[in-house]
Every structure is written in structure tokens, then in C-alpha cells.
């Protein structure tokens, strides 16, 4: 019998474990039993999604009075909306380690090394795992700005941040990306006076810049306060003033200063390679991530890296197909899915979705490309629930209509982007979508609009 050995239980790891257990190969897993479920279950996509829902439901408590409701609200309780969402990690965690005992699988407890000279076979404690083939799914850790000052008490990362039991006064966010956005709008709505700093001209720069920039003017009129295009040069504390945080950058010519009681580092996440001995086992990286082919192989043959270890694209749906397609080809079976369409969300109030190419993208690829939009104003689900005024959809279209990308910002924009990447994957044209009956009143119908 074949066997496997995944190192790491996150989204890359786990799953495709069941996989090849179910197709015949004996797996092992190596993993801390309090780090199943990996970055996106322990510091990422489900606690974060948690507290987005927490400041949801009181967003819509300070909207109520509009709808004729009017109830006071006496408080909000951060520590239990934190008690909360490590109820749901522990819930999740709890099937996690339910499917690592589907029959084939052994879990191996611990952190594994490679041995010096063999990366077919690793290190866990005092015990030696040795396998055919080996999938590396150890994911990332977050990334600090080399600046003065960038460990100063209470400049937080990510996952810090989401032990926190007080909402603070004043947050800075620097870093206008996906993790820092999605914090800024959180602590937002829980009541602190938040300040996000970005070094490119235009926050979520791998976006659309169109979107980008619709969605920080709404969670300006929210109360974020925005800098672009401002590097931050130093982190310091002042201690005659209680210890509030002074965070310096350059803008437009000039030093500034904000001042905060907080501050989150979102710059980005790194691939977490320090720990696996790589450079002794014979296994090529670099500061991105391993190196790996079209099948997610490393240079070494029956070695493979997923997620985000690689360093081709951070996201946990990512880590899980791609670890389909390294066990597909460890099986001898064809690709089944097209990993260039990977959508992407930002879960602000409201939603940001995009999938495929952004219109500058297209525009270097493509000639004869075609815009069309659709809007929430004009959509009576939309108006229903208040979601309308925002909204925003933007497809890119080939000569040949077929969809290059698109982009969303609006309420269920993460839901909704699926029904336009469904279409891409197919190879289908615009009008198949535009020829199929869409419920009535629907978000949905807000994708009708581009054949208007």
C-alpha cells in the first residue's frame, strides 16, 4: 500500500487526508492537536468571520430605529463575543478531529522536522514517519514591517487581535489588505476611532481598482479614517501620555503621526518555512514560499507544498483544492479543476467578491474588452433590506462575451460571485446566465441587469 504523509491539519491537510485515505493510501498527519483546522480555523477566515457576524447583527441594532424598531441597547460585550467564537472554533475543531479518524488515517501529534539528507521522512518527538510521498501544508504566520519600534506593547498582529476582551478607543491599522480591513470595519463597528495607513495609492491592491476604491469612500461614511500611498517608518510609545502609541509615516512629503491605544500589523502573511528543516532535507524555498510546479511538486519527486507554504495564492479554498490536484497527481489522475479561477472576498459591510481578471488586467490582455455593470439601487431585494445604496457589480467581457472577471461590492457579494465563476469555469458566455430565470425578488436578479 501506497502511503502519504501531510504535514499540517489545516484546509490543505485534512481534507485531502480523507481523500486519499478513501482512495486506497495510508495516511499520516502531523499536527498540534490545538492547531487543527490550521490559520483559517484558528486565527483566520472562521474567528474573523465570527466577529464580522458580532458587529453585523449590531450594525443592524443602530439601524433598527429606520425600521420602526426601537429598542435600546444597553451594551456591547466584547469578551463574549469572543467566548462565542471560540465556541464555534472548538465546534469546528471537534469535526475536525472526527474526520482524522476515518479508517486509514493516523495523526500524529507534534511539530515534524525533515531528516538531514531524506525529505521523504520526518521527525515527530521521538518518533520517525517515513512515506512515499509527502505534502507540505504547514500554512503562514504573519509578517511584521522591519521598523523601529514594530514590537512595542500593543502593536498586535492578527491573531492577537482576536484575544482581545476590550474594544479600544483608537486603532490604527497599518495595512489596508484584506486582514486589515476586514479588522478595521469590525472595531469599527464596535465603537473605536479607526485609522488604516496603506503604502499603495489604493487599498485591497490586488483588486479591482474601481471596487477598491467605492468600498473605502463607503466605510469612509462609516467612520474609517484612510491614508494611501504612506509608507509607515516607526512605532513608538509615549509614556507621559499613558503609553498611547504614535505610528509615523510619510505622506505627500511630510511626517505625520497617528496616535493610537492600539495597533494592528496587517501587512501580509508569510510562509511558515522555519521550522521544517527545508534547507537540509534538500527541498528548494525561498522567503515566498517553496518552489513547486503546475502539480504543486516541489524539486524533490514525490514531494509536494500547498497553500500557503508555496506562496502562489493565501487563501484556505486554495490550500484545499490545491492539495486535490497534488493527490490527483500522485494518483495518476488527470486535473479536474481549473485553479486559475479562485474567487476572492473581503467580508467588510458591505461584501467584496471577485473572481478572474480585474479590468487593468484584462485591458494588458485582452483587445476589444467590454464593461458592463449592474447596481443595487435598482434591485428590490436590495431596497428591502437595506442594502442598496453601496452596491456595486462589474463584469469584464471578451469579444466574444465570455467573462474575464468580476467584481462585486454589496450585500452576500461572497455568495453571489460564485453564480459568475460557475459560468467562467464552463467556458459559457454571458447570455447563459442572462437566459436563465433568476426568483423573484433576489439579490441574484442584480446579475440580469448586465444584459440591459
Known amino acids: 500500500m501506497s502511503s502519504l504523509l501531510i504535514i499540517g491539519a489545516g484546509p490543505g491537510g ?3 487526508a480523507v481523500k486519499a485515505a478513501k482512495a486506497g493510501l495510508e495516511v499520516h498527519v502531523v499536527d498540534s492537536a490545538s492547531h487543527l483546522g490550521g490559520t483559517c480555523l484558528s486565527e483566520g477566515c472562521i474567528p474573523t468571520k465570527c466577529l464580522c457576524h458580532t458587529a453585523e447583527l449590531l450594525s443592524s441594532l443602530h439601524a433598527a430605529p429606520s425600521n420602526g424598531i426601537h429598542a435600546p441597547l444597553e451594551r456591547f460585550d466584547l469578551s463574549a463575543a469572543i467566548d462565542r467564537k471560540d465556541q464555534v472554533v472548538s465546534t469546528l475543531r471537534s469535526g475536525i478531529q472526527a474526520l482524522l479518524k476515518t479508517p486509514g488515517i493516523t495523526f500524529h501529534e507534534g511539530r515534524a522536522q525533515f531528516v538531514p539528507g531524506d525529505a521523504h521522512t520526518v521527525v515527530v518527538g521521538d518518533e520517525k514517519i517515513t512515506a512515499d510521498h509527502v505534502l507540505i501544508a504547514t500554512g503562514s504566520v504573519p509578517r511584521s514591517l522591519p521598523i523601529p519600534g514594530n514590537d512595542t506593547p500593543g502593536v498586535l498582529t492578527s491573531t492577537e487581535m482576536l484575544q ?25 463597528t464596535f465603537g473605536s476611532k479607526v485609522t488604516v495607513i496603506e503604502y499603495c495609492k489604493e487599498i485591497l491592491p490586488p483588486f479591482d481598482s474601481d471596487v477598491a476604491k467605492r468600498l473605502r469612500t463607503t466605510l469612509k461614511k462609516q467612520g474609517i479614517e484612510f491614508v494611501t500611498g504612506a509608507p509607515v517608518t516607526a512605532i513608538h510609545a509615549d509614556d507621559t501620555q499613558g503609553g498611547e502609541l504614535h505610528v509615523s509615516y510619510e505622506h505627500r512629503g511630510a511626517v505625520h503621526d497617528a496616535v493610537a491605544d492600539v495597533v494592528l500589523m496587517a501587512v501580509g502573511r508569510a510562509a511558515n518555512v522555519d521550522s521544517l528543516n527545508l534547507a537540509e532535507a534538500g527541498i528548494e524555498f525561498t522567503p515566498r514560499g517553496i518552489v513547486v510546479d503546475e502539480n504543486f511538486q516541489t524539486n524533490v519527486p514525490g ?14 479554498h486554495a490550500a484545499t483544492f490545491q492539495s486535490y490536484h497534488a493527490l490527483n497527481h500522485i494518483l495518476g489522475k488527470p486535473a479536474e479543476t481549473d485553479l486559475n479561477l479562485v474567487p476572492a472576498a473581503v467580508f467588510t459591510h458591505p461584501e467584496v467578491a471577485m473572481v478572474g481578471l480585474t479590468e487593468a488586467q484584462a485591458k494588458e490582455q485582452c483587445e476589444g474588452i467590454t464593461v458592463r455593470k449592474g447596481f443595487y439601487r435598482a434591485n428590490g431585494r436590495a431596497l428591502s433590506m437595506d442594502a ?5 457589480l462589474k463584469v469584464i467581457l471578451s469579444p466574444e462575451e465570455k467573462v474575464l472577471g468580476a467584481h462585486i461590492l454589496g450585500a452576500h457579494a461572497s455568495e453571489l460571485i460564485h453564480e459568475v465563476a460557475l459560468l467562467m469555469s464552463t467556458g459559457q458566455p454571458l447570455s447563459t446566465l442572462l437566459h436563465t430565470v433568476h426568483a423573484h425578488p433576489s439579490l441574484s436578479e442584480i446579475l440580469l441587469q448586465l444584459g440591459e
Open 14 to 16: 485534512y481534507e485531502c
Open 164 to 188: 482581545l476582551r476590550e474594544v479600544p478607543a483608537r486603532l490604527c491599522v497599518i495595512g489596508g489588505g484584506v486582514i486589515g480591513l476586514e479588522f478595521a470595519a469590525i472595531f469599527n
Open 303 to 316: 514531494v509536494y507544498a500547498v497553500g500557503d507554504i508555496n506562496g502562489r495564492l493565501q487563501l484556505a
Open 388 to 392: 442598496g445604496a453601496d452596491g456595486y
